[in-house]
């Protein structure tokens, strides 16, 4: 069976050995060695003796299988005593001395301000990280983040790092240098500094609307093509993918088509485009290449004997020479399959529709040390169907999480949402989500910044039942033990026109098509959405700001952005969106971009230079800035269709600050970063952040034995739900042929007359008819004799003619009275 590395962490919680809470000073042998004015840490350099062979204000800390020596030791770097921290064997976990998590030792910190970390040490190890943990004073003691992976040095060396912001609700941190392989750490000499605010607040340079809630705009150019798949290249081009475009008449004449963005001209590239795409998978190759998987190999027949069909054609997009090139084929068909890039740069695909129009349960592997689809017997299978298009974020060790959202009816059985094991071939349901049978077309996203582990779920709807879209928000810590997902707040409610002009949303309407985006001042942009099954666009857009856990509203998309729409980062920090495509089977070319709040705060910061942007696992990398700056970040590009872009995150780049030259410590867990192309975002202390530059992060070659390994740690380690394995060996899984919501007896195959109407529209055929008429439906001939939904009463071949609705008002009509 094929395996992937280091895919999950050991089932083990950290834990404080020997936890120093309460010292008073008659349990000391001397007197403590205070933190001077400027330096927060207690006993920096472990002078003071302490109790159980610790000094003062430190305490032994780690978990899993290794063996391992705390000493204190005469080789210090200035005075009498250094500690080190040694392991000489290791299975997985870590140990570390930390300052003691306690009101009389841990420092006191500020919550919105950055704090500057240096330490002295020598090591022999590459495995050796500044990890920090934070008191919640709600939840209590926490693991934070990982701020930096320590070069191997003999002699003694400093390090210097500054922390993100402190999260809200923080009142004290402790820290200290984690050991993740064997070998040793010795360290000396701890400094904690508040940083002193560098900026003074923004002032707007915009209109007070603008600078409060941002400023949409149209362009003057159309996207040439029907596109619903868009993803943004490593050269700063969107590729905008339509193939047939949801045309039946483009199918059958065999026109498939893909577009060339260049946002920096405005300008369009038409490419030949070899197969019908729409409704592919997509995922960008860690060597920038887009890998599409499957695509439309048929649109459902009139009659009902089959549904849409998925072939199993791969291709590569190749955006220097901007042409497909094909792949082996996979092992299934997969039309609204996922794609997950992995921390060793391969792919693992699930779900969508086969040749025959079921559904497939058969997991897809790339490889990518081979270039190619591995063969179904070199893949592990659970012969699970994971639906259309679900959402499976990978978490950091390796693990992957199927969020909930998902595309077309009701979700999979259970709760919805779980963990998978592709190593063990176990899945693990996880409790917690809302209605998890109305999150069609909902979004999922990896929070800022991906050390966090936290997932944000918006919205959603049925195209099956058809009920209001929903405003629920659910959120997830894959950090604890047994994560299980809870209630965010309510997604504000924007106007929504049901075709007589907008109007206010009322009780609990939201939307489903929603599309979420990072953006570099670490908050999320929603956008865009409808309120019913390829009707009644909802006109809102917010900003969610992960720190507090709330929804700004800004300023909305003019443009109608439901189904077949997305909207994406490009790399001047400005948002595009594309795309709509209602029932009645037109589509908006229109294109809109939103320049966010902070694009009205002033100048932004420039990246004068990158020293190297091909970038490993636990490096420092330095770049040269034009002032100061709070925090940089490596965003991944879009690739995104169906309101899911599983691959999106934002990972933290914490800084070591020299004037106005910056180092940036990279993590050293690829599973937190996979490798590819990334944007790198530098960010001042109002939020206002520079223009990308391009950074490649590489792998699997970039995790060679002489650079650190991965520092994983025991998060989600004992989930609740009821773990499964393989099950029962089988072709498919039967998928109804109304599995998009639309009755296929009316009109062509990219029109879609909903199975069920909207609830405010009354069960008759006048309303019916109205309904689609208000809606521009235009002329709907009827697909064989039957006809479900009592459109064509006359039975005259057309839906909803004059005769079908004065007939059936004549029969409504009361009886005459009888005398």
């Not at 934070?144 to 004290?172: C, F, I, Y």
């Not at 150019?221 to 008449?249: C, D, F, W, Y």
């Not at 029932?583 to 294109?591: A, E, Q």
Request: proline share 8%; charged share 20%.
């Amino acid at each position: 069976m094929k395996t992937i590395r280091a895919l999950r962490a050991p089932r083990r919680r950290r834990t404080a050995l020997l936890a120093v809470t309460g010292l008073t000073a008659g349990l000391l042998l001397t007197s403590p060695q205070p933190a001077s004015a400027a330096n927060l840490v207690k006993n920096p350099g472990f002078e003071t003796d302490g109790t159980d062979g610790m000094p003062y204000c430190w305490e032994k800390s780690g978990w899993g299988d290794n063996d391992f020596t705390f000493t204190t030791t005469s080789d210090a770097h200035t005075g009498g005593r250094a500690m080190k921290v040694e392991l000489t064997r290791r299975v997985d976990g870590d140990r570390k001395a930390l300052i003691t998590e306690s009101a009389t030792c841990a420092p006191v910190v500020t919550p919105g301000k950055q704090y500057d970390l240096s330490l002295w040490y020598r090591s022999t190890t590459p495995d050796v990280a500044v990890t920090l943990f934070r008191h919640d004073t709600t939840t209590g003691w926490q693991y934070w983040t990982d701020l930096k992976t320590l070069d191997m040095s003999a002699d003694w060396a400093q390090a210097g790092v500054r922390t993100p912001e402190v999260p809200a609700g923080t009142d004290m941190i402790t820290w200290g240098a984690s050991v993740y392989g064997t070998g040793s750490v010795t360290t000396d000499d701890h400094t904690m500094e508040q940083v002193p605010d560098p900026l003074p607040p923004a002032q707007c340079t915009g209109t007070a609307d603008q600078c409060a809630d941002g400023r949409w705009e149209v362009l003057p150019t159309q996207n040439p093509v029907r596109s619903m798949h868009s993803v943004v290249l490593s050269n700063g081009k969107v590729l905008l993918i339509a193939g047939s475009g949801n045309s039946e008449e483009n199918f059958a004449a065999g026109t498939f088509t893909s577009a060339v963005y260049d946002p920096a001209n405005g300008s369009y590239k038409v490419v030949p485009t070899p197969k019908d795409m729409f409704c592919a998978g997509h995922v960008q190759l860690q060597d920038g290449r887009v890998l599409v998987m499957s695509g439309n190999k048929a649109y459902p027949a009139a009659d009902g004997s089959h549904g849409y069909e998925g072939f199993k054609d791969s291709y590569v997009f190749d955006p220097a020479t901007e042409t497909y090139t094909r792949t082996n084929d996979l092992n299934d068909g997969h039309w609204y399959p996922s794609a997950t890039e992995l921390g060793n740069g391969d792919v693992i695909s699930f779900g969508g529709l086969r040749e025959d129009s079921t559904g497939s349960v058969t997991t897809e592997y790339w490889s990518d040390a081979d270039q190619q689809w591995l063969p179904l017997w070199k893949v592990n299978q659970t012969w699970s169907y994971w639906g259309l298009y679900p959402s499976m974020i990978l978490m950091q060790d390796g693990r992957l999480f199927y969020s909930g959202s998902h595309v077309f009816g009701n979700n999979i059985p259970g709760t919805g949402s779980a963990i998978y094991d592709y190593g063990a071939n176990t899945i693990t349901p996880v409790p917690g989500l809302q209605n998890k049978d109305e999150r069609d077309q909902s979004a999922s996203v990896l929070l800022p910044p991906a050390q966090d582990q936290r997932v944000l779920t918006l919205g959603g709807g049925n195209i099956d039942s058809n009920p209001d879209a929903n405003r629920l928000t659910d959120i997830i810590d894959l950090k604890q033990a047994g994560p299980q997902y809870t209630a965010g707040p309510p997604l504000p409610q924007g106007t929504v026109d049901l075709g007589n002009g907008p109007v206010a949303e009322t009780g609990a309407q939201g939307k489903m098509y929603v599309s979420a985006v990072l953006l570099p001042d670490g908050k999320v942009l929603e956008t865009g959405g409808a309120l019913h099954n390829r009707a009644d666009p909802v006109h809102e857009s917010s900003i969610f700001d992960p720190g507090t856990t709330t929804f700004d509203p800004v300023a909305a998309d003019p443009e109608a952005r439901g189904y077949h729409s997305s909207a994406f980062l490009l790399p001047d920090g400005r948002v595009m969106a594309t795309g709509d495509n209602p029932g009645n089977g037109t589509w908006n070319h229109n294109v809109s971009i939103y320049s966010p709040p902070y694009l009205f705060k002033g100048t932004r910061p420039v990246i004068t230079s990158v020293i190297d942007n091909q970038w490993t696992y636990g490096t420092t990398q330095r770049i040269t800035v034009d002032r100061p700056i709070a925090k940089a970040e490596l965003i991944r590009p879009a690739a995104v269709t169906h309101s899911s872009d599983p691959n999106q995150r934002f990972v933290d780049l914490p800084l070591s600050v020299d004037g106005t030259g910056v180092d940036l410590n990279v993590t050293s867990n690829p599973d937190l970063a996979p490798p590819g192309w990334y944007m790198l975002f530098a960010v001042d202390a109002n939020g206002v952040p520079s223009v990308a530059r391009w950074i490649h992060l590489q792998g699997p070659a970039a995790l060679s034995p002489a650079t650190a390994s991965a520092h994983v740690h025991s998060f989600a380690d004992s989930p609740r739900g009821t773990t499964t394995g393989a099950g029962r060996k089988r072709a498919s899984q039967q998928v109804g042929p109304t599995i998009s919501g639309c009755d296929r007896h009316y009109g062509s195959a990219n029109v879609c007359v909903p199975t069920v109407f909207p609830p405010q529209v009354k069960r008759t055929t006048a309303a019916r008819c109205a309904w689609l008429a208000q809606n521009d439906y235009g002329r709907l001939e009827v697909n064989g004799r039957d006809d479900p939904l009592r459109l064509d009463r006359n039975g005259d071949g057309v839906a909803c003619g004059k005769g079908d609705v004065k007939r059936r008002q004549s029969s409504a009509s009361p009886a005459p009275v009888q005398r």
